[in-house]
């Protein structure tokens, strides 16, 4: 006598199966405001020196373009972003973990990280630069400063809600100290991580625009000062686009990664 088969529940009657949206949904809200960015400078209701046409942009991006400096400040400000992205979240990671792990670090150290992240970006770049100086070293370790916060606070939130039996498993098989870090609470804590690394890298961002708009002689926040400075709005908007696109690019890259952990540990 044959197994009795089971089959999957059909779906209601007149109902039909639910279709996610299509990745083309993302990208009407951004053509709406293109649209409407061409039609308000065609009808002038701005002067071009407020707010130029995109026609005018893209000419800009042209002139840049040709002259070599639009690919200079897009390849130092992506430089800048990712040497101080990997410092800060190295850094995030470490001090997140320890403070995670230990409660007399955490009543040592907590206090005085949360009263850091709440000092403003802009409020860095002075104190930097008296320390360290001008060049490259400041703008990196303010970037390094804008992903540090987010990564340490999603990894001691993260530790500090772990199952204890977790822990005790992995005492048990005989993990202390970096071993137990490792092999147990980081790749638990490995969802929230990338989350946070994730905003780290958006932070990242926020901050690399505050160093280059202050003290900067090259990258797309020194365009954005030297467009002001000579009256050239259409390089101001350009550098404007080139930002949300480059980050928008890199949180789609974490973004990927995120999905396949997940999917890896379900």
Known sequence: MSAPTTSAPAAPAGRAPRRRPGWWLGAVVPVLLVAAWWATTAAGVFLP?????????????????????????????????????????????VLGGL??????????????????????????????????????????????????????????????????????????YGRRGLGLFGTVLLPATAPALLSGLRLALAQSWLFLVAAELISSSIGLGFQMTNGQNTSRTDQVLLAIVLLAVLGKLSDVVLGIVEGRVKAARA
């Open 99 to 172: 403070t995670g792990s230990s409660r007399v670090l955490d009543r040592l150290l907590s206090p005085t990280l949360g009263a850091l992240r709440a000092v403003p970006s802009l409020a860095w770049v002075p104190l930097l630069g008296l320390w360290i100086g001008i060049g490259e070293t400041p703008k990196i370790v303010l970037v390094a400063i804008g992903a540090f916060f987010p990564v340490y606070t999603t990894v001691f939130s993260a530790l500090t809600h772990l199952d204890p039996a977790l822990v005790e498993v992995g005492r048990a």
């Open 49 to 93: 020196s407020q707010l130029p046409s995109p026609v005018d942009v893209f000419h800009a991006a042209q002139q840049l373009w040709a002259t070599g400096q639009l690919q200079l400040n897009i390849a130092i400000s992506v430089q800048r972003v990712l040497v101080g992205f990997c410092c800060g979240a190295v850094a995030g990671l």
